[in-house]
Every structure is written in C-alpha cells, then in structure tokens.
C-alpha cells in the first residue's frame, strides 16, 4: 500500500515563504501530486511531478526527489487567499491506463498571517 | 463550460435508510472517481469507474454501491446508512495525464 505523511499545519505571513513537505512510501511510483482546498471548497489540481527536480507555475513550485521518497511545494510571496489545505498525492502503482487512482496525505493546513 | 454538479449539496438522514448522492459531468471524461473526505484523512477513494458498464472498489468500499450507466453520471448509493457514513463526498473525474483531477463541490451527509 500506500502512505503519505505531510505537516497537519503550517502557519506563515503575508509576503513570506513556505515550503510543505511530504514524505511517501510506496510499492510503486508514478509522480507526486499537489491539490489546494479552501475551507468548504472542492479541491484544485496544482501541480504533478513524475521527475525529480522542480516544477514552477508562477509563486508555486513542487520538488520531487524519488531517491529520498520526499518532495515539497513552495508558495513564495504568500497571501492571503494562499490560506488552505494541501494535499500531496500519489497514483496507485496498479492503477493503469489513462486512469489515476489517487492516494491522498492527510493535509497541512496553512494559515498565512496580515 | 464543463463542469461537474453534485446533489444533494447537503442532507440529513437516519440510520439505515438508503441514501443515493448524484454526480454529473459534462467533460465528456470516462474516469469517474468517488472520496469521502473525513477530518484527519484526507480524502479516500471509495469507488471509481473507467467507462460505462464499469465499476470498481476503493479503499474504504464497504456499504457503498455505484453503477455507470452513462458516460455523464456515477450515482453513490449508501445501501443502508451508517452514522460512521457521516462526511463529506466528494465526485471527481480525470482523462489527462499527469494525474489531474477535477473534483464537484461536494456532498455533507449527515446520519443522524
């Protein structure tokens, strides 16, 4: 099986930076997935790493290291509305095809400061 | 635009009764996912399918039913509603690599 441990909670200021970790054990791998969730919201796809290294979409990044079983996603000049819940994600090694059967972490709660 | 609609958004009901949550999509997607989400979890995958006429369990199945009769719609039916059933359902769908998915606003169920 799967599991994933990540931060229950992070808690930073406007125009900081944070990072949130996640850690996995897997009996197999296929990429780390980041979501978002604002409370009593649905969750957003943010970003997927299959390849060690980092993946940057404007102030989000996501790292990969598959020899470590870790990666982390970067918010830099943090606001506001970065205030949410994030989940990494990694596919199930039997799911095939175009499907991707997701197992989730836990969540980290982040909390960005005035 | 695409998108994908849950009903009910919430609802309240008792022990044992059989509970139905709808999801539709109009992304035209084949893989159609369902979760609970429960503080302290995360989300779990209950059931997913990978077109019409298929059906498969995830990992926390039990008590869950779904059928696929259509590419639009993966209704979740709770055979007989347990209060350890209580969460939040959320439907998800997904036909592009790199294992994004699209996730509906969600369902509060509550059983009372």
């Known amino acids: 099986g799967q599991s994933l441990e990540q931060p229950s909670e992070v808690t930073a200021v406007e125009g900081a930076i944070v990072q949130i970790n996640c850690t996995y054990q897997?009996?197999?791998?296929?990429?780390l997935s980041w979501y978002q969730q604002h409370d009593g919201g649905a969750p957003t796809f943010l970003s997927y790493?299959?390849?060690?290294g980092l993946e940057e979409t404007g102030r989000f990044s996501s790292f990969l290291s598959r020899s470590d079983s870790y990666g982390y996603l970067l918010l830099q000049e943090l606001q506001m509305k970065d205030s949410a819940s994030y989940f990494c994600?990694?596919?199930?090694?039997?799911?095939?095809?175009?499907?991707?059967?997701?197992?989730f972490g836990s969540g980290t709660q982040l909390t960005v400061l005035p | 635009d695409a998108e994908i609609t849950q009903s009910p958004r919430h609802k309240i009901t008792e022990t044992g009764r059989q509970v139905t949550l709808a999801c539709h999509q109009t992304?035209?997607?084949?893989?159609m996912f369902w979760y609970r989400q429960d503080l302290g979890h995360g989300l779990r995958l209950i059931h997913y399918?990978?077109?019409?006429?298929?059906?498969n369990k995830g990992e926390v199945s039990d008590g869950y039913s779904v059928s696929r009769s259509n590419t639009e719609d993966l209704p979740l039916t709770l055979e007989s509603a347990a209060s350890s059933q209580t969460s939040v359902y959320f439907c998800?769908?997904?036909?592009?690599?790199?294992?994004?998915?699209?996730f509906g606003p969600g369902t509060r169920l509550t059983v009372t």
């Open positions: 399918s990978y077109g019409v006429q298929d059906t």
């Open positions: 992304w035209n997607h084949n893989n």
């Open positions: 790493n299959a390849l060690d």
């Open positions: 998800a769908t997904s036909d592009k690599p790199g294992d994004e998915q699209y």
């Open positions: 994600a990694v596919r199930d090694p039997l799911s095939s095809g175009s499907a991707r059967q997701l197992t």
């Open positions: 897997t009996s197999g791998f296929y990429g």
